[in-house]
């Protein structure tokens, strides 16, 4: 078993930067791929971006490209959404999930941001930009 605990989000003005953690406890860290994907009220569930086990590669959505950035420290367990130039269309409650299952050998952007690859998840934390 596997739990991630997000933290970090919260109400901030278009323009501004927020930094989301997401601590993972259960297993080993640096044995899995992380991903974070948002959901806005009344759509689907959606890829924001994804760094593998070792940090060697990372994927993002074409919407984030340039103001997000993600990374992980495997020491502490966490990984982490850099999040700049926020706008109001990033309002989500955002969801850091944990893969540990998907090979080395099938690692690619199509697996990588699929949802359906990822095999436990946080509980969320809200992010709201104002405009």
């Known amino acids: 078993q596997v739990q991630l605990v997000e933290s970090g989000g919260g109400l901030v003005q278009a323009g501004a930067s927020l930094r989301l953690s997401c601590a993972a406890s259960g297993r080993t860290f640096s044995t899995y791929n992380m991903g974070w994907f948002r959901q806005a009220p009344g759509k689907e569930r959606a890829f924001v971006a994804a760094v593998t086990k070792n940090g060697d590669s990372t994927y993002y959505a074409d919407s984030v490209k340039g103001r997000f950035t993600i990374s992980r420290d495997n020491a502490k367990n966490t990984v982490y959404l850099q999040m700049n130039s926020l706008k109001p269309e990033d309002t989500a409650v955002y969801y850091c999930?944990?893969?540990?299952?998907?090979?080395?050998?099938?690692?690619?952007?199509?697996?990588?941001?699929?949802?359906?690859?990822?095999?436990?998840w946080g509980q969320g934390t809200q992010v709201t930009v104002s405009s």
């Open positions: 999930a944990a893969d540990l299952t998907l090979p080395k050998a099938k690692i690619t952007a199509a697996t990588m941001t699929s949802k359906n690859n990822y095999d436990y």
